[in-house]
C-alpha cells in the first residue's frame, strides 16, 4: 500500500536561510505524483509544487525545489531564503497513477516550520 | 472566484445528529474527494468520486455517505455523528490524468460533536 512517510515533526530555520523539509514514500506504481502543500495557521491548503515520477528534472517554483531520488523513494522540499511567511505546517503528498489510485492523495503526518527572525 | 466552496464553516452536533457538509466547484474538474483533518494524522481520505453517478471509499469511510448527482456538487453526510467525528473536513477537487498542477481545496469545515 502506498504510504508517505514525514519524520520531522518540527523544524526552525532563521530568516533568508534555507530549509529541507523531508518526505519518503513507498509505493509499488511506476507512475505517480508528489505534492508539497502548505497549511498556515489560518487553516487553507496551498499547492506548492507537483513532481511526476517520469520527470526527469527536479521541478522548481520560484523559491520551492523539489529534491527527488527516485531510487531512494524520496522528495524533499527545500525552501530557499525562507521568509517569516514561510512559518506553517507542510505536507507532502502522493497520487498513484491512474486508473486505480489517481483519485486518491495520500497524505504524510506533516512538518511544522518555525522561521525565526 | 473559481474554487471550491465548503459550507458551513463551523458546526457543532450532538452525538447522534446528522448533517450534510456541503462542497462546490466551478472547476469542471471531474474528481472531487472529501478528507479529515485530525492533529498530528494529516489528512485522510473519506470518499471520492472520479464524475457524476460514480464514488467510491476511501480510508476511512465509515459513518460517512456520499453521493455525486452532478459534476459541481458532491456533499458528504454525516448519517448519526460521534465525537469520534470531530475534525476538520476539506472537499477538494482535481481535472483528471494529466494534469500537474494539485488538487484544489476548500477551505474546511471545523466541525465539533459532543
Known amino acids: 500500500a502506498q504510504k508517505i512517510t514525514q519524520t520531522q515533526p518540527g523544524m526552525f530555520v532563521q530568516e533568508k536561510e534555507a530549509v529541507t523539509l523531508d518526505c519518503t514514500y513507498d509505493?509499488?506504481?511506476?507512475?505517480?505524483?508528489l505534492f508539497w502543500y502548505k497549511q498556515p495557521s489560518s487553516g487553507e491548503m496551498i499547492f506548492l509544487i507537483y513532481?511526476?515520477?517520469?520527470?526527469?528534472q527536479n521541478a522548481t517554483e520560484g523559491r520551492y525545489s523539489l529534491n527527488f531520488q527516485k531510487a531512494r523513494k524520496s522528495a524533499n522540499l527545500v525552501i530557499s531564503a525562507s521568509q517569516l511567511g514561510d512559518s506553517a505546517m507542510y505536507f507532502c503528498?502522493?497520487?498513484?497513477?491512474?486508473?486505480?489510485?489517481?483519485?486518491?492523495?495520500?497524505f504524510g503526518a506533516g512538518t511544522r516550520l518555525a522561521v525565526h527572525p | 472566484n473559481a474554487g471550491v466552496t465548503q459550507t458551513p464553516k463551523f458546526q457543532v452536533l450532538k452525538t447522534g445528529q446528522s448533517m450534510t457538509l456541503q462542497c462546490a466547484q466551478d472547476?469542471?474538474?471531474?474528481?472531487m474527494s472529501w478528507y479529515r483533518q485530525d492533529p498530528g494524522m494529516g489528512l485522510r481520505l473519506i470518499h471520492y468520486?472520479?464524475?457524476?453517478?460514480?464514488?467510491d471509499q476511501g480510508e476511512v469511510p465509515n459513518g460517512y455517505n456520499v453521493s455525486r448527482s452532478t459534476t459541481e456538487d458532491f456533499p458528504l453526510r454525516l448519517l448519526s455523528a460521534a465525537p469520534s467525528q470531530t475534525s476538520v473536513y476539506f472537499c477538494?477537487?482535481?481535472?483528471?490524468?494529466?494534469?500537474?498542477?494539485?488538487?484544489?481545496f476548500g477551505s474546511g469545515t471545523r466541525l465539533t460533536v459532543v
Open positions: 472547476m469542471n474538474h471531474e474528481y
Open positions: 468520486s472520479v464524475g457524476a453517478g460514480i464514488t
Open positions: 503528498a502522493m497520487r498513484e497513477g491512474p486508473p486505480r489510485g489517481y483519485n486518491k492523495l495520500i
Open positions: 513532481q511526476g515520477s517520469y520527470d526527469e
Open positions: 477538494a477537487s482535481s481535472p483528471p490524468a494529466g494534469s500537474n498542477y494539485g488538487y484544489t
Open positions: 509505493t509499488s506504481d511506476q507512475s505517480y505524483g
